[in-house]
């Protein structure tokens, strides 16, 4: 997704990465799961690590061909592993920085439902640093 419309008529844009008004959330019905299965998978992986046999792991775990012939570090095979299983799991949530409305993705992948803040402007909700208090804002 690049854009998405707010209630109010604003076009909120997605093109970039660390965008102080968006975030991702993870289900609290889908920590331990997600957990678990990383715990699972790093195990699995560092056992073909130590056997030497990583590339029969990848295309065990569906990876193809194309992305074994890549030899990235494993380090980056695990981001890669971790990272698509969080994306499968996780939704995102923006705020919208005309009127406030957080807008929360629902399961169903690119539809979002909004929700309207009592002070009805923008919060920094979502912000790495977000403000400590409302006289802040
Ligand atoms: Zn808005």
Request: with cysteine; aromatic share 10%; charged share 25%.
């Amino acid at each position: 997704m690049s854009k998405l419309a707010c209630t109010c008529g604003k076009i909120i844009s997605d093109v970039s990465d660390s965008l102080p008004y968006k975030a991702s959330f993870l289900p609290d019905v889908n920590c331990n799961p997600f957990f678990d299965w990383v715990i699972d998978e790093t195990q699995s992986f560092v056992t073909a690590a130590v056997n030497g046999s990583v590339d029969e792991w990848l295309l065990q775990k569906g990876y193809g061909q194309g992305y074994v012939d890549l030899k990235l570090s494993h380090g980056s095979i695990i981001h890669d592993h971790i990272h698509t299983k969080y994306l499968s799991l996780s939704r995102d949530i923006f705020e919208c920085k005309e009127c406030g409305r957080v807008l929360v993705e629902l399961s169903t992948k690119n539809q979002f439902t909004a929700y309207t803040p009592d002070s009805g402007s923008y919060n920094r909700v979502l912000d790495g640093e977000p403000p400590v208090d409302a006289e802040d804002l």
